[in-house]
């Protein structure tokens, strides 16, 4: 079992469904009142890549895909068409999310993205940043790429120089989510001469 840090076809991918899953506990009292608990501390990621399926030519790229990553045992990087960047675009800046606070020591900071505001904003590690795309500043001041390094595998900055304490160290990036197939057989049905479909494909995030 390892992780291959190839992303699946990104047309297909594109084409496809999913998102993130909770897990709830719910249970109803005599008195009609609920007592909820949240299993989880961060969501995971379901998908469906059946969708993105259009062509032979997709098929077959899905096919070798499958083939190299034995079914469910190699897990691998699948783009997010909705949510892949800090900002929901393609242009990430540095001042997009905060990742942590200097105290004059620390130099490693996880990269993380914020979803809500003043309710219970839920803070999601990113492991998997596209390698290039990582942005950083310090106090609002952008930093050379000479000046911190990112570790792809783990999402991990690391900064040549301890921010000063109280500066608010904040990224940008874009990134994939590191995933594995669901199921170990596809089950394919060629539709035309140059048409295959693929009714369901799933895939599940991996948790590291």
Request: overall charge negative; cysteine-free.
């Amino acid at each position: 079992m390892a992780f291959h840090a190839v992303r699946f076809p990104l047309d297909v991918a594109l084409g496809a469904r999913g998102g993130p899953e909770r897990a709830t506990d719910v249970v109803t009292l005599a008195s009609g009142r609920e007592e909820r608990n949240s299993r989880w501390a961060h969501a995971r990621r379901r998908y469906n890549a059946g969708y993105g399926v259009k062509s032979r030519a997709d098929m077959q790229a899905v096919l070798a895909f499958f083939e190299e990553r034995r079914g469910r045992f190699h897990s691998f990087l699948w783009r997010d068409g909705f949510d892949f960047s800090s900002n929901g675009t393609e242009a990430p800046t540095a001042l997009d999310q905060v990742i942590g606070t200097g105290d004059g020591v620390k130099v490693s900071f996880s990269l993380k993205k914020r979803y809500g505001a003043s309710f219970d904003p839920y803070l999601r590690p990113i492991t998997k940043p596209v390698a290039g795309s990582v942005l950083v500043a310090v106090a609002g001041s952008s930093l050379a790429a000479a000046d911190f390094s990112v570790d792809t595998a783990t999402g991990v900055v690391t900064l040549d120089e301890a921010p000063p304490v109280g500066a608010a160290v904040t990224a940008g990036f874009l990134f994939d989510v590191p995933v594995r197939f669901d199921t170990d057989r596809l089950d394919v049905e060629l539709t035309s001469f140059d048409a295959a479909e693929v009714p369901n494909i799933p895939l599940i995030e991996v948790r590291e």
